[in-house]
């Protein structure tokens, strides 16, 4: 039994490790118009960095939760922490779009290790509460990524992008050794392994699958409004970064409130597809106010995908450990399996997104994003299980 120092330490670090996590996913987008000249790239250059992120980001949520399921949740943590903290202090370093690239999928498979144990060890800590646990982390991340989109805009107009990356790459690793010292030991995973009938009773969650293919159609909004929203109001519109950035991390204000309040709302809904219904109309909305070009019109953009997110990710990660139907210690994996979906699936829409700004308009390649977006309801259609009980 904890004690309670120990208790609200090791719920702390993890949220903790949660923002500077955020700042190191989001902030590429938010400086990279001071990276493209150093790199010698244009638009289509973010479309590369952020698809390798997302790359490395889906591909590796399973492994995370067979790692989970095997050694724990708070190994795995640690190590996603350092592997992504450290990547981030080498691409302070690089000068090569092509080597920056490859370290950003780094980025992302460290990540990737982080989010569904994380989420297993908050709700361990708030007994077993998951959908405040799901809340809190991503209230979290959203508070980090207001922090990575618009703080670093600045810092790194101040001081150097490369000198915000080395910031934030020290700040994660810092948070990596918190978690260490306060987060319990695992316990009781000797002798345990994932069989193959457990693996397939996850993986061929037909139910599982067409909600990690709700998710992404969340994450087509999401991604592209946090990665690109800086860069185009800057280029387009003409803005200054510092305004930009602002406007970029709205995306990330709303959800800090929001996701807290989906994760109590999750416990009692009676509904919850048709919550995530109403967030998939919202994203798409919002993609089709980015693509009007005036900074107000993109302002509430920001503002309706960040809601939208926030709210939908949440019901999202909730109710895959909800609709896992294998023992406690499969719930990581369950999750994984959603992000998996989800977050793979996020590594195309960057670069569809980028071929459209240099065949047509930056206007056209939100309204076609937002088309994208809207069809990934269509899932939705054939979920027939509910998600409590």
């Known amino acids: 039994m904890l004690d309670p120092f120990r208790k609200r330490g090791a719920v702390a670090s993890l949220v903790l490790a949660r923002i500077v996590y955020a700042i190191n996913w989001l902030n590429i987008g938010a400086i990279y118009v001071l990276m493209a000249p150093s790199l010698g790239a244009g638009t289509s250059g973010l479309g590369t960095l952020t698809s390798t992120f997302y790359l490395g980001l889906g591909l590796m949520q399973i492994p995370g939760g067979l790692m989970t399921a095997r050694w724990g949740p708070k190994r795995v943590v640690v190590l996603g922490i350092f592997l992504s903290s450290l990547s981030v202090l080498c691409t302070s370093v690089s000068s090569s779009l092509q080597v920056i690239a490859a370290l950003r999928f780094v980025v992302g498979t460290g990540m990737a290790f982080v989010f569904a144990p994380g989420v297993v060890l908050v709700a361990r800590h708030l007994k077993g509460n998951t959908g405040l646990g799901v809340g809190l982390f991503n209230s979290a991340f959203d508070f980090g990524g207001v922090l990575g989109i618009f703080g670093w805009a600045v810092i790194a107009a101040e001081a150097g992008w490369r000198q915000s990356l080395l910031l934030s790459g020290a700040l994660g690793v810092a948070t990596g050794v918190l978690v260490m010292w306060f987060v319990p030991g ?8 994932v069989t193959k009938e457990a693996l397939g009773r996850i ?31 800057v280029t387009s519109l003409h803005v200054s970064l510092a ?37 998939l109309v919202g994203s798409w909305l919002a993609l089709l106010l980015c693509g009007v070009p005036d900074v107000f019109a993109v302002l509430a953009g920001t503002v ?84 409590r009980g």
Do not use: H
């Open 304 to 387: 309706l995908g960040g809601a939208a997110a926030g709210i939908g990710y949440t019901f999202a990660f909730a109710g895959a450990k909800d609709l896992n139907a294998l023992e406690g210690r499969y719930d990581g994996l369950a999750i994984s399996w959603v992000n998996a979906i989800s977050l793979t699936g996020a590594f195309g829409p960057p670069l569809f997104y980028t071929y459209l700004v240099g065949a047509a308009s930056y206007s056209v390649a939100w309204v076609a994003s937002a088309a994208l977006c809207l069809a990934f309801m269509l899932p939705l259609l054939f979920m027939v299980k509910r998600f």
């Open 186 to 193: 695992d316990e009781g995973v000797r002798g345990f392994s």
């Open 243 to 279: 305004v930009a950035g602002l406007v970029g991390s709205m995306v990330v204000v709303l959800p800090i409130f929001t996701a807290i309040w989906a994760g109590r709302a999750y416990q009692r809904a009676a509904r919850p597809r048709l919550v995530l219904t109403l967030t």
């Open 203 to 233: 993986l061929w969650n037909s139910q599982l699958v067409l909600l990690g293919l709700v998710t992404l159609g969340l994450s087509v909004a999401n991604v592209l409004i946090s990665y690109f929203t800086v860069e185009y109001l």
